[in-house]
């Protein structure tokens, strides 16, 4: 029941990441905002990414169930902010409240893992608790489809509430953290832990990914990449980045990221598969709806629909990499496997045309998503391999979450360039005489009310298939570049790692049947029985 909560917690996450993505041209319009799109579209992903480490830190000064009870009712404050919002800056202040708690929910989830199952059962517990990844995948847009064409935007945000008093009331009734470790950062008080908080890392942080998210959300879009401002944006996050590690390095292990995290060779390198892996994943996530809605013709609804082919296999090539670990102990095998078969369909996924057959795409799909569901959780089991303390597991989790959800949040617009620039060149190839801006601005959905020309209506579908070519060409590239990351993890098994931790803690198993009665004949029955159960 407890990790029925935690997977629910991570479905809020989750489900506010993608059900938005159908949802922003009707908000856009309703709040007359076209000019703040970028804001609406990346407030969410600036806080979610920022504070990945900064609710590691939480994690390890206080007590895991209240922090992500906190972090929970954060996220539904949030979350009431964008669906009772009157203007769109009530709801930019909203979505960057839900993205605060849906950070604290995700390293919750990963780490208090570590406190309701041995090493090696971990693996099947934590590919429970991420599995909602995959479902929220496909639920996502379908669901915002329904509430955007059926009800109104507002229910994308409205219906977070439901589901999280559900996930309150498990994690208040059922969790009960009866190991915690006492450490002597939740011993201090309240004004002494809340002193020993990294402000300067936090400010720091957050300087960086707001400017790089700008940047990359408006270059080559509201603003040409050579203009003062983009660069500006730029050069100011290269800058806050240098001046926060330098912050990290002078802290030491009051930072906000201890340095020596990033010396420890899993944690680093698959930190780096997280960031590579995530980025593919969400340019996947984002612009595989566009070929449907933009190339085939599909509504929003179905584009979701079609999408699950993906997602589905997705959650269950997460189970069952998770249960493949819990019973043999290795994971590397497991994640090298997943990366091979997502390398073979992006690969085929690059082959992706106006006149591809339901059975091919479906089929590239099928493979994509099983390949992305076997690796997307062994770097955080690798992380509970070699981590040795819980307050380590936490704050490594939000090392590698940080650089996981950076790679997705910078995914989008690398994405975007590649479907403008796309359009750019082949709108005046495909569709002679048509604007080009006109098109960008109505939108996916919009193709057919552009124009009355078949012939136009098919030169624009054509260009949209060029450009989501591009993206899924960028995607192959950098899944290709995960499997040597994912290699330098280190390469261990987790059943051995675990009976040396309990050998070097001086738990044995208990000794043969025949040698107990031997040395307790003398003893009394309840002694015998009490002697057999430690």
């Known amino acids: 029941m407890t990790l029925l909560g935690l997977a629910f917690g991570t479905f809020l996450m989750a489900l506010d990441t993608t059900i938005i993505t159908v949802a922003v041209p009707e908000i856009t319009t309703e709040f007359n905002a076209l000019s703040q799109v970028g804001w609406i579209g990346s407030a ?7 504070f990945q480490p900064i609710a590691g830190s939480t994690y390890k000064s206080f007590d895991p169930k209240i922090s992500f009870l906190v972090y ?3 996220f539904e404050v949030g979350s009431v902010l964008c669906a009772a919002a009157p203007i769109s800056e009530v709801f930019i202040l909203g979505r960057a409240i839900a993205g605060i708690g849906a950070a604290g929910l995700l390293q919750g989830a990963l780490g208090i893992v570590t406190y309701l199952s ?7 517990a934590m590919a429970s608790v991420i599995s909602v990844f995959g479902i929220s995948c496909s639920m996502g847009p379908v669901l915002g489809g329904v509430f955007v064409d059926r009800v109104t935007w507002r229910w994308c945000f409205w219906v977070n509430l439901p589901i999280g008093l559900v996930a309150f009331l498990l994690v208040v009734s059922f969790m009960h953290l009866k190991q915690i470790s006492a450490i002597p950062e939740r011993e201090r008080s309240l ?15 957050l300087g960086f990914v707001a400017c790089l998210c700008i940047a990359l959300e408006q270059g080559g879009n509201t603003y040409p990449w050579k203009s003062a401002r983009i660069i500006g944006l730029l050069v100011g996050a290269i800058l806050l980045k240098a001046c926060f590690w330098v912050s990290q390095w002078w802290l030491g292990e009051n930072a906000l990221i201890p340095v020596r995290f990033l010396k420890q060779r899993t944690v680093a390198f698959g930190s780096l598969f997280l960031f590579l892996d995530n980025m593919s994943n969400y340019l996947k996530l984002y612009y595989i709806p566009f070929y449907f809605q933009a190339v085939v013709g599909t509504t929003a609804i179905r584009s979701g629909v079609n999408y699950i082919s993906l997602a589905t296999p997705q959650f269950f090539a997460l189970l069952l990499s998770g249960v493949l670990v819990t019973k043999y102990g290795h994971y590397m095998p497991v994640i090298m496997i997943g990366q091979v078969l997502c390398v073979v369909g992006t690969g085929l996924l690059t082959r992706l045309d106006m006149g591809t057959p339901t059975a091919e795409w479906a089929t590239f799909m099928v493979l994509t998503g099983i390949g992305l569901g076997m690796g997307i959780n062994a770097p955080h089991i690798a992380i509970q391999a070699v981590m040795d303390t819980d307050t380590d597991v936490f704050l490594a989790n939000g090392v590698a979450t940080f650089f996981s959800q950076l790679g997705g949040t910078i995914a989008i617009p690398i994405g975007n360039a590649f479907i403008l620039n796309a359009l750019n060149k082949y709108i005046p190839i495909y569709a002679e005489g048509l604007d080009t801006r006109t098109i960008v601005h109505a939108g996916p959905l919009a193709i057919k009310h552009l124009t009355q020309s078949p012939d136009a209506i098919h030169g624009i579908r054509r260009a949209y298939s060029e450009g989501i070519r591009y993206v899924l060409i960028f995607a192959l590239a950098v899944v290709c570049v ?3 990351a994912a290699a330098g993890m280190q390469w261990l098994n987790i059943k051995r790692v ?15 049947q025949s040698s107990m009665v031997n040395v307790s004949g003398d003893l009394k029955e309840s002694e015998r029985s009490e002697l057999e159960k430690q």
Do not use: F, H, W
């Not at 969410?44 to 920022?50: C, E, K, M, Q, V």
């Open 44 to 50: 969410y992903l600036i806080t979610l990414t920022a």
């Open 72 to 74: 929970m009712a954060i």
């Open 118 to 124: 041995p090493l090696e059962k971990r693996p099947i």
């Open 191 to 205: 004004l002494n832990k809340l002193r020993k908080v990294d402000t300067i890392g936090i400010t720091l942080l």
């Open 482 to 484: 995960s499997i040597p």
């Open 498 to 512: 675990a009976e040396a931790r309990e050998q070097a803690q001086g738990i044995k198993p208990p000794a043969p």
